[in-house]
């Protein structure tokens, strides 16, 4: 209320102070504008009469006379003072220079009048400019040796100079101040209650004034407008229009309105007193304050009350948690009574959040154990132990159905665990978990426990939610049973979509049997898991069913005819017999039994080995393949086409190793640009020309030897090598088209879906999406 108070006051006193102002600043417009229409009228009837006076056949002849003056040339004086002079109470005199004889010719006291002042005045100043008033001393008054000076406005017309720059005829016509004077003094009387006053100063700094000798009660002003026109240097150019200035003058605040006078080249000024012009908002001021100041105490008043009386119950309730005691120590730190209160909630609620977590934790850690227990030694519990267990873990099993285990093994384990930081990882697991529960508990009972750090289990009723009628027919039954093994299949399917589309994260399921019993679920663990090593074969993001097992009866045997042909066909260099092959030897093994389809991959791994070591004691240059070859991490490989793509490009590099020695030169180039390309795909300007330069070698050269070596052109093979890794990055990252083709160094979008598609038949996002499909 109080800030909502002194808002109000002080709005109502800017929105006064603004309208005074406004007022004030229209009233000093409209005297300002008026005494320069005045001013500006007379400029521009002087200037008239100045040019019809000079272009008159007479003052033409008086200008340029040079005999003896007679009556005639008495008499064009006589004529112009009685027509011009005496028509125009406004002009004081009228001189007509002749530069011949160097005299005035004036209608003022005599026909030929020296005005000293006027002869100094174009002496000091032989630029004098023509039809602008000068402001300038003059005779007022000539008796005897009695002489007043007052005041005028000189106007000089003239057209031409002689050559000591002095002017060749004049006419100059003098003004008399007192109608101006009068118009200010008329003004200033007016506003005599409210103390303002007008000025104006022409170019030189000099005040327009009536007098010689300025009033003493305006010389502080005077001073002041002086100083303010040269120092912030106001002039009738910088001023467009009228100007309201604040400032101090001998202690006293005064409002300053300035308005220029372009014609005459003058500024004009009104001067106010700020106590004045402010007078009434001082007197609203002091009555807001008063008012507000009494609202204020009322407000004071009445809000101590209500708080008196607002603050009894909290009073009660600071005596029920002890506040003078010397409990809650902590809390009494704060001496305000709400931040106690505060603190005593808070630790309350945290002790209990805090007691909540731990049982939840708790119960989570014992749930996982017997679900573990479960799994690994469902033998040794007891029907009794798993109704007790499930009461109170609420476990979504019933012992009653029939069982079935699901693995699910993250795929490129090694490469998730080394992207991303243990709780990345343990929110990604999270996330698996809850999505495939999700879906599977919308028509199943089940429960899942992460087993290893690549595993969960799932421990299901295969039966679903909906049990079938016992009264049933047998035929009935088995469709039922086989709808719900569909629908499982089709649950376990969609939740490997979702979590790849969300996560960039593919998981391979494994199935086993369907038991009854619950001591059987260990055995069905243990089926599942020898089944996951079968990945291997079918793949990535796969659902192995036991029945593909089963059907398939693998084989224990393994014919070394096709591997034997191999390395016969890659001794000769028969690179295109040689991969067909290799496609015959990679069906054959993936129809083996899983150790035995290791033992083939070992003994063909050892093989091409073997041709390597011959090949290098001969061969100048030794043969360098893949480290992969000679270590351990090729029986990490996760499924059987990537070990046959790391072997189809060792046979690449063996082949082109073998051809014929007289090509060893030709073959050491083509492998320069062949490093050279792999070396700096990502660059942006890989090019011919730049391989070219690298090797200084012509670049035609280069292309012919890399496309007799290669069967490929330079650009080819660049855009071979930047698919293949932009199709790596698809596959095993989570970065978007536009990052991948950064890092293959690729700019031009629509020229990488071009080669893409041409390469892979499907744009880049197709790619994605039916790789997914595919695994």
Same mark, same amino acid.
């Given at each position: 209320?109080? @800030?909502?108070?002194?808002? &109000?006051?002080?709005?109502?006193?800017?929105?006064?102070?603004?309208?005074?102002?406004?007022?004030?600043?229209?009233?000093?417009?409209?005297?300002?504008?008026?005494?320069k229409y005045n001013i500006d009228f007379l400029d521009q009837m002087v200037k008239?009469?100045?040019?019809?006076?000079?272009?008159?056949?007479?003052?033409?002849?008086?200008?340029?006379?040079?005999?003896?003056e007679t009556y005639e040339q008495m008499n064009i004086i006589n004529k112009l003072?009685?027509?011009?002079?005496? %028509?125009?109470? !406004? @002009?004081?005199?009228? !001189?007509?220079?002749?530069?011949?004889?160097?005299?005035?010719?004036?209608?003022?006291? %005599?026909?030929?009048?020296?005005?000293?002042?006027?002869?100094?005045?174009?002496?000091?100043?032989?630029?004098?400019?023509?039809?602008?008033?000068? &402001?300038?001393?003059?005779?007022?008054?000539?008796?005897?040796? /009695?002489?007043?000076?007052?005041?005028?406005?000189?106007?000089?017309?003239?057209?031409?100079?002689?050559?000591?720059?002095?002017?060749?005829?004049?006419?100059?016509?003098?003004?008399?101040?007192?109608?101006?004077?009068?118009?200010?003094?008329?003004?200033?009387?007016?506003?005599?209650?409210?103390?303002?006053?007008?000025?104006?100063?022409?170019?030189?700094?000099?005040?327009?004034?009536?007098?010689?000798?300025?009033?003493?009660?305006?010389?502080?002003?005077?001073?002041?407008?002086?100083?303010? !026109?040269?120092?912030?240097?106001?002039?009738?150019?910088?001023?467009?229009?009228?100007?309201?200035?604040?400032?101090?003058?001998?202690?006293?605040?005064?409002?300053? %309105?300035?308005?220029?006078?372009?014609?005459?080249?003058? /500024?004009?000024?009104?001067?106010?007193?700020?106590?004045?012009? &402010?007078?009434?908002?001082?007197?609203?001021?002091?009555?807001?304050?008063?008012?507000?100041?009494?609202?204020?105490?009322?407000?004071?008043?009445?809000?101590?009350?209500?708080?008196?009386?607002?603050?009894?119950?909290?009073?009660?309730?600071?005596?029920?948690?002890?506040?003078?005691?010397?409990?809650?120590?902590?809390?009494?730190?704060?001496?305000?009574? &709400?931040?106690?209160?505060?603190?005593?909630?808070?630790?309350?609620?945290?002790?209990?959040?805090?007691?909540?977590?731990?049982?939840?934790?708790?119960?989570?850690?014992?749930?996982?154990?017997?679900?573990?227990?479960? @799994?690994?030694?469902?033998?040794?519990?007891?029907?009794?132990?798993?109704?007790?267990?499930?009461?109170?873990?609420?476990?979504?099993?019933?012992?009653?159905?029939?069982?079935?285990?699901?693995?699910?093994?993250?795929?490129?384990?090694?490469?998730?665990?080394?992207?991303?930081?243990?709780?990345?990882?343990?929110?990604?697991?999270?996330?698996?978990?809850?999505?495939?529960?999700?879906?599977?508990?919308?028509?199943?009972?089940?429960?899942?426990?992460?087993?290893?750090?690549?595993?969960?289990?799932?421990?299901?009723?295969?039966?679903?939610?909906?049990?079938?009628?016992?009264?049933?027919?047998?035929?009935?039954?088995?469709?039922?049973?086989?709808?719900?093994?569909?629908?499982l299949i089709q649950k376990v399917r969609e939740a490997q979509e979702i979590v790849?589309?969300?996560?960039? @994260?593919?998981?391979?399921?494994?199935?086993?049997?369907?038991?009854?019993?619950?001591?059987?679920?260990?055995?069905?663990?243990?089926?599942?898991?020898?089944?996951?090593?079968?990945?291997?074969?079918?793949?990535?993001?796969?659902?192995?069913?036991?029945?593909?097992?089963?059907?398939?009866?693998?084989?224990?045997?393994?014919? !070394?005819?096709?591997?034997?042909?191999?390395?016969?066909?890659?001794?000769?260099?028969?690179?295109?017999?040689?991969?067909?092959?290799? #496609?015959?030897?990679? #069906?054959?093994?993936?129809?083996?039994?899983?150790?035995?389809?290791?033992?083939?991959?070992?003994?063909? /791994?050892?093989?091409?080995?073997?041709?390597?070591?011959?090949?290098?004691?001969?061969?100048?240059?030794?043969?360098?393949?893949?480290?992969?070859?000679?270590?351990?991490?090729?029986?990490?490989?996760?499924?059987?086409?990537?070990?046959?793509?790391?072997?189809?490009?060792?046979?690449?590099?063996?082949?082109?190793? /073998?051809?014929?020695?007289?090509?060893?030169?030709?073959?050491?180039?083509?492998?320069?640009?062949?490093?050279?390309?792999?070396?700096?795909?990502?660059?942006?300007?890989?090019?011919?020309?730049?391989?070219? #330069?690298?090797?200084?070698?012509?670049?035609?050269?280069?292309?012919?030897?890399?496309?007799?070596?290669?069967?490929?052109?330079?650009?080819?093979?660049?855009?071979?090598?930047?698919?293949?890794?932009?199709?790596?990055?698809?596959?095993?990252?989570?970065?978007?088209?536009?990052?991948?083709?950064?890092?293959?160094?690729?700019?031009?979008?629509?020229?990488?879906?071009?080669?893409?598609?041409?390469?892979?038949?499907?744009?880049?996002?197709?790619?994605?999406?039916?790789?997914?499909?595919?695994?």
């Amino acid at each position: 209320m109080i @800030i909502l108070i002194i808002m &109000f006051s002080s709005l109502i006193y800017l929105n006064v102070e603004k309208t005074v102002l406004g007022s004030e600043y229209e009233t000093s417009q409209k005297i300002l504008n008026q005494m320069k229409y005045n001013i500006d009228f007379l400029d521009q009837m002087v200037k008239n009469l100045c040019l019809s006076t000079y272009y008159s056949n007479d003052i033409k002849t008086l200008m340029n006379f040079t005999e003896e003056e007679t009556y005639e040339q008495m008499n064009i004086i006589n004529k112009l003072s009685n027509s011009v002079v005496a %028509s125009n109470p !406004y @002009i004081q005199s009228i !001189y007509v220079y002749n530069n011949r004889k160097k005299v005035f010719y004036s209608t003022y006291n %005599s026909f030929k009048y020296e005005d000293p002042d006027l002869l100094k005045l174009i002496q000091s100043n032989p630029n004098i400019p023509v039809l602008k008033p000068i &402001f300038r001393r003059t005779e007022s008054y000539h008796s005897g040796n /009695v002489i007043k000076y007052s005041n005028v406005l000189s106007y000089f017309m003239y057209e031409m100079k002689d050559k000591q720059n002095n002017m060749q005829g004049a006419v100059i016509i003098n003004i008399k101040l007192d109608w101006l004077i009068e118009n200010i003094n008329i003004i200033n009387m007016f506003n005599n209650s409210r103390q303002d006053k007008i000025f104006i100063i022409n170019d030189e700094g000099e005040f327009i004034r009536d007098g010689v000798n300025s009033n003493p009660d305006n010389t502080q002003f005077e001073d002041y407008l002086r100083k303010l !026109y040269f120092s912030k240097k106001i002039s009738v150019e910088k001023i467009k229009q009228t100007e309201l200035l604040k400032d101090s003058i001998n202690g006293k605040n005064y409002f300053i %309105s300035i308005i220029p006078i372009e014609q005459a080249g003058w /500024v004009m000024y009104k001067v106010q007193p700020y106590s004045i012009v &402010f007078d009434y908002i001082n007197k609203l001021k002091i009555t807001i304050l008063v008012i507000t100041g009494i609202v204020l105490i009322l407000i004071f008043i009445a809000s101590y009350s209500i708080s008196k009386g607002i603050y009894r119950p909290f009073e009660g309730l600071l005596k029920l948690v002890g506040f003078n005691s010397q409990s809650n120590v902590k809390a009494r730190q704060n001496v305000d009574e &709400f931040s106690y209160l505060h603190e005593v909630y808070k630790s309350s609620i945290d002790q209990i959040e805090k007691f909540s977590t731990e049982r939840r934790n708790n119960e989570k850690i014992i749930k996982t154990y017997f679900l573990r227990k479960l @799994i690994l030694q469902s033998g040794s519990i007891s029907d009794e132990e798993f109704e007790i267990n499930k009461a109170e873990h609420d476990l979504l099993l019933d012992r009653n159905q029939p069982f079935r285990v699901i693995l699910l093994i993250i795929d490129r384990h090694k490469e998730f665990e080394e992207k991303n930081d243990l709780k990345t990882r343990e929110l990604t697991k999270f996330a698996i978990v809850n999505i495939t529960m999700e879906i599977l508990t919308a028509g199943f009972y089940c429960e899942a426990v992460e087993m290893k750090n690549d595993e969960i289990a799932i421990i299901l009723n295969s039966a679903g939610k909906t049990q079938p009628d016992m009264d049933l027919n047998s035929d009935r039954r088995e469709i039922s049973a086989a709808d719900n093994y569909d629908k499982l299949i089709q649950k376990v399917r969609e939740a490997q979509e979702i979590v790849f589309r969300y996560y960039n @994260i593919s998981f391979t399921a494994v199935f086993s049997e369907e038991m009854s019993e619950v001591g059987s679920i260990t055995r069905l663990y243990n089926q599942a898991a020898d089944c996951s090593v079968y990945r291997f074969v079918f793949g990535l993001s796969s659902v192995i069913l036991p029945e593909m097992l089963n059907k398939n009866s693998f084989k224990t045997d393994f014919k !070394y005819e096709n591997q034997n042909k191999l390395l016969g066909e890659l001794k000769q260099a028969n690179l295109k017999n040689a991969e067909n092959c290799l #496609e015959s030897i990679i #069906e054959d093994i993936r129809k083996l039994e899983y150790n035995n389809m290791m033992l083939s991959i070992a003994h063909l /791994v050892n093989s091409l080995k073997n041709i390597v070591y011959d090949m290098n004691q001969t061969n100048r240059e030794p043969i360098i393949i893949s480290p992969i070859l000679s270590s351990n991490e090729i029986f990490e490989l996760e499924t059987i086409d990537e070990f046959k793509g790391i072997i189809m490009m060792i046979l690449q590099q063996i082949a082109v190793k /073998v051809e014929t020695k007289s090509g060893n030169r030709d073959m050491e180039l083509a492998e320069s640009i062949q490093h050279i390309i792999i070396k700096n795909y990502t660059d942006y300007d890989l090019s011919i020309a730049g391989i070219s #330069e690298k090797l200084r070698l012509p670049a035609a050269r280069i292309s012919k030897v890399f496309k007799e070596n290669y069967n490929m052109s330079v650009v080819e093979y660049i855009n071979m090598v930047r698919l293949e890794k932009a199709v790596e990055w698809m596959e095993n990252s989570r970065l978007s088209i536009g990052e991948i083709m950064n890092k293959v160094g690729i700019e031009n979008e629509s020229y990488f879906y071009k080669i893409f598609k041409a390469k892979y038949g499907t744009t880049p996002r197709g790619y994605i999406s039916n790789n997914f499909k595919k695994q």
